[in-house]
């Protein structure tokens, strides 16, 4: 399968420690965005990439979150000092045109 | 009040009906996305409209770019049809632009 890939699919961390996720976009693809999604809410726009430059941050985006894409591939999301409303879902997507192509997410809950 | 804003919520249906969700937005877009969610968070794109309508098997888009309204129709609605149905759009001027989404619309079509 040579789709979106998120890494790990669940989390359970304790309030105060921090989580990093990864994504994987389709290969050829130079963009690549994450999202965060609540329950029973549309996702939310977080930050993207275009190759290894992050070109936008959402003000959603507090200084506990990070986002990095190093040589322009993979992606990690990192959250420090984790807090309950952290909890949700976090979805990469990725894209070469006006198409986004979604991995299956991440689920975070903090405890 | 949000940018996208979906209509209904909720959605059922019995097997066979005819199917209308509908989008309004407030900003001026290049670009609307319908999306699929199933259970487990995958999210699938089923059409970009910048005017005009688009078909694709049982499933009809339309965008009414003047009244800033989107709606997606299903024809002979199908148990396999039950997802959430989100609309999103896109107001920057390049492709890899951030998409805004609405709430989305939980479909159930019972057999």
């Known amino acids: 399968d040579t789709g979106v890939s998120q890494n790990p699919r669940h989390k359970i961390t304790k309030r105060g420690q921090n989580v990093t996720f990864r994504c994987d976009p389709i290969?050829?693809?130079?963009?690549l965005y994450w999202y965060r999604q609540t329950l029973g809410q549309g996702p939310e726009f977080l930050t993207y990439f275009q190759n290894e430059a992050q070109l936008e941050k959402s003000r959603l985006l507090s200084d506990r979150f990070s986002a990095e894409r190093p040589k322009g591939s993979f992606s990690t999301l990192e959250i420090q000092r984790t807090e309950q409303g952290d909890s949700a879902m976090y979805l990469c997507a990725s894209s070469l045109g006006e198409r986004q192509y979604f991995g299956p997410g991440t689920r975070l809950t903090v405890t | 009040k949000n940018e996208v804003e979906q209509s209904p919520q909720n959605l059922t249906a019995q097997e066979g009906e005819f199917i209308t969700i509908n989008c309004s937005y407030s900003v001026g877009i290049s670009a609307l996305h319908w999306l699929q969610q199933h259970p487990g968070g995958g999210i699938v794109s089923l059409f970009m409209?910048?005017?005009g309508k688009k078909k694709h098997g049982r499933l009809i888009a339309t965008i009414n770019i003047q009244e800033k309204h989107s709606s997606l129709h299903i024809t002979a609605s199908h148990p396999r049809d039950s997802a959430v149905y989100i609309c999103?759009?896109?107001?920057?001027?390049?492709?890899?632009?951030?998409?805004?989404f609405g709430e989305g619309t939980q479909l159930t079509v019972n057999p």
């Open positions: 999103a759009v896109r107001s920057g001027e390049t492709s890899g632009s951030r998409l805004t």
């Open positions: 409209l910048s005017s």
């Open positions: 290969s050829e693809h130079n963009r």
